[in-house]
């Protein structure tokens, strides 16, 4: 089965730096991966997905980059801001990774603390 | 406003109980889904509905149920059955077409279920 691997260490970054989050997977190579923000007692929220024919992926502040040969997507936050301190989830499909159930198997998510 | 309703957010109940969690939603999307969240874990899928009147286990299936008799309501009944009910369950749509499987999850705000 498809395993997913973040950094589940809380992550510290000074405000106005860039926060780098990392996502590695092992096995099937996904047709696509999101990532999605959660904070404390709250749903996750989509952000951004990437396609397996794309490189990178830009909203905003936000960037993603999609490496199938690395199987690792890197999310990054550009100029930090306190308000981006949340925990971070990686997600990839399931059906389309031979796991053979819908939906997306997520990663435990790190936890990003940006500090004033 | 669009959405996805998870009630209640908080449900204490007595080993041994049947428990039914609530979610509705407006989106008019196909598919629904149930994951389950412990603390530094992942999320694990325990059901999932395509369409109105089928559904299909999970990961985690064993010591819940649901029904999908409605197109925009997906409830989930925890049973007694189940080995370690208190948890953070959270639902989620999405366009459930084979044309958009990469569509994004709209997730509710969760039911934080305590059993004693």
């Known amino acids: 089965s498809q395993k997913i691997e973040q950094n589940s260490e809380a992550l510290n970054i000074q405000e106005g730096k860039t926060a780098t989050l990392t996502c590695n997977y092992t096995n099937y190579s996904p047709a696509y991966l999101q990532w999605y923000r959660q904070d404390p007692g709250r749903g996750p929220v989509f952000l951004l997905l990437i396609r397996e024919n794309e490189k990178e992926k830009r909203k905003e502040r936000l960037k993603v980059t999609f490496d199938t040969t690395l199987k690792q997507s890197l999310f990054h936050i550009t100029a930090s801001q306190p308000a981006d301190s949340a925990t971070y989830l990686c997600a990839l499909d399931t059906l389309y990774s031979g796991g053979g159930a819908d939906g997306l198997t997520f990663g435990k998510g790190t936890h990003l603390i940006i500090q004033p | 406003d669009g959405g996805i309703t998870q009630s209640p957010k908080y449900l204490f109940r007595k080993e041994g109980q049947n428990v039914t969690l609530s979610c509705e939603q407006n989106l008019n999307h196909d598919a629904m889904y149930w994951y389950r969240q412990d603390p530094g874990q992942g999320l694990r899928l325990i059901y999932y509905s395509q369409i109105v009147n089928d559904f299909q286990k999970g990961d985690i299936a064993e010591g819940y149920s649901v029904s999908r008799e409605k197109k925009e309501s997906f409830p989930l009944t925890v049973t007694s059955a189940q080995k370690n009910p208190t948890a953070f369950y959270l639902c989620?749509?999405?366009?459930?077409?084979?044309?958009?499987?990469?569509?994004?999850?709209?997730f509710g705000n969760g039911t934080r279920l305590t059993v004693t």
């Open positions: 989620a749509s999405r366009t459930g077409t084979t044309m958009t499987f990469d569509s994004p999850l709209h």
